[in-house]
């Protein structure tokens, strides 16, 4: 690989989003499993038609509106008091067993993550993962303009100061690697469960099954 950056996307490349259902287990076990994945479904939707509308916020309120959403349908009373234990378990995601590796594994790489979270949900995240000197941290609300907007990951290179064709960049969400790709990155899709690649008409450069992989790609 002849890159000279690597760009990660942040929830559900390098941290498990769906991890956050041990914590909502203690309180509802019988649909932890369903809130965790309404509330991603429902996040990367808000988000998305928030782009699509031009009315801008931030990835924190959507989170917590889509976890309220997730909630009641789940018919489940949405309590102030566990939507802030929930919200604040989104700061202590696991991250993928590969991820502490990748610094060690590339010292010649500038590793960056573009993520769409704000800061104050990536900051603490990594800090409390211990991995904040690993990377460096960019992210969509610096601009207000969620990826996959053309404009988001123009952002993203002009930070970087590099050529497109010298990033590869890292995501698990095909309309994250679409975007990117658009864009004219080299994309590597993370592709940790085992899916079919969508009908996009665009193709991801790479595929990998975890981030173990990316020296094989």
């Not at 979270?117 to 609300?141: C, H, I, V, Y």
Request: proline share 5%; hydrophobic share 35%.
């Amino acid at each position: 690989m002849n890159e000279h950056a690597y760009v990660f996307d942040a929830y559900g490349t390098l941290f498990d989003v769906h991890s956050v259902k041990e914590k909502i287990h203690e309180y509802y076990p019988d649909y932890s499993t369903a809130i965790s994945q309404e509330w991603r479904t429902r996040q990367i939707h808000y988000f998305l038609v928030r782009q699509l509308i031009d009315g801008y916020e931030s990835f924190d309120i959507i989170t917590r509106r889509a976890l309220i959403d997730a909630l009641q349908f789940s018919g489940i009373e949405a309590d102030p008091e566990k939507i802030q234990v929930f919200m604040e378990q989104y700061k202590r995601l696991k991250p993928y067993p590969e991820v502490e590796e990748l610094a060690v594994q590339y010292p010649q790489k500038k590793l960056t993550i573009f993520s769409n979270g704000t800061r104050n949900m990536l900051k603490p995240l990594l800090d409390f993962n211990e991995l904040s000197s690993q990377f460096e941290l960019l992210s969509a609300d610096d601009t207000k303009i969620y990826k996959p907007h053309k404009q988001a990951y123009q952002y993203a290179q002009d930070h970087l100061d590099e050529n497109k064709d010298k990033i590869l960049f890292f995501s698990s969400n095909p309309w994250d690697i679409a975007g990117a790709a658009q864009f004219g990155f080299h994309t590597a899709w993370v592709n940790r469960g085992e899916e079919k690649w969508p009908e996009l008409g665009i193709e991801p450069t790479y595929i990998l099954h975890n981030l173990k992989e990316v020296s094989d790609a």
